[in-house]
T-cell receptor
Framework: GAVVSQHPSRVICKSGTSVKIECRSL??????MFWYRQFPKQSLMLMAT?????????EQGVEKDKFLINHASLTLSTLTVTSAHPEDSSFYIC??????????????????FGNGTRLTVT | GIQVEQSPPDLILQEGANSTLRCNFS?????LQWFHQNPWGQLINLFY???GTKQNGRLSATTVATERYSLLYISSSQTTDSGVYFC???????????FGKGTTLSVSS
């Protein structure tokens, strides 16, 4: 089953509004989560690394005031696109390094992805 | 930073054919993952393979870390194999800092 849950899967918003995307780890602790952006027909680009209880680390060229990241618990990171513009329209994907909780087994691959959020700003 | 090259960029196959996808990386890496992105955008983990060979059904992967490349083999391809295949070298923290540009596979019946 899914290890990382991302919500919503699709959102359409008006220019100037803010949109929040949630990324949850299911049955596992995720002390570190990552946010990627993918334009059509292109590869994934790492935007930022989200660490539980501390400030996110942003990649060069990513505006931290525009893409607000909060990682307040071991199972939830949120990405808020503030004052969205049409050029922010994209596919946003989160991923997590999973640390198994006791009794919940283990996974071989440490990087698991949510199903993505397709944002359209009109 | 590390550079990643995937080849071929596009591949068209008839159902039942075999194929080999390649991923070259410019620097030593701690690990490497292969992913399949289906037409709905979902990323599916295929292999987590720092070196050697792993097999999972019709798919297998080989990473030769010393020569900085990894191969993904798809045998007896099916239409459901269509999509984009990405490789992503991982650093020590398990982060995929960069993805290859992917190989777009189209399998027709």
């Amino acid at each position: 089953g899914a290890v990382v849950s991302q919500h919503p899967s699709r959102v359409i918003c008006k220019s100037g509004t803010s949109v929040k995307i949630e990324c949850r780890s299911l049955d596992f602790q995720a002390t570190t989560m990552f946010w990627y952006r993918q334009f059509p027909k292109q590869s994934l680009m790492l935007m930022a690394t989200s660490n539980e209880g501390s400030k996110a680390t942003y990649e060069q060229g990513v505006e931290k005031d525009k893409f607000l990241i909060n990682h307040a618990s071991l199972t939830l990171s949120t990405l808020t696109v503030t004052s969205a513009h049409p050029e922010d329209s994209s596919f946003y994907i989160c991923s997590a390094i999973i640390v198994p909780m006791l009794g919940h087994g283990s996974y071989n691959s440490p990087l698991h992805f949510g199903n993505g959020t397709r944002l359209t700003v009109t | 930073g590390i550079q990643v090259e995937q080849s071929p960029p596009d591949l068209i196959l008839q159902e039942g054919a075999n194929s080999t996808l390649r991923c070259n990386f410019s620097d030593s890496v701690n690990n490497l993952q292969w992913f399949h992105q289906n037409p709905w955008g979902q990323l599916i983990n295929l292999f987590y393979i720092p070196s050697g060979t792993k097999q999972n059904g019709r798919l297998s992967a080989t990473t030769v870390a010393t020569e900085r490349y990894s191969l993904l083999y798809i045998s007896s391809s099916q239409t459901t194999d269509s999509g984009v295949y990405f490789c992503a070298p991982l650093n020590q923290a398990g982060t995929a800092l960069i993805f290859g540009k992917g190989t777009t596979l189209s399998v027709s019946s």
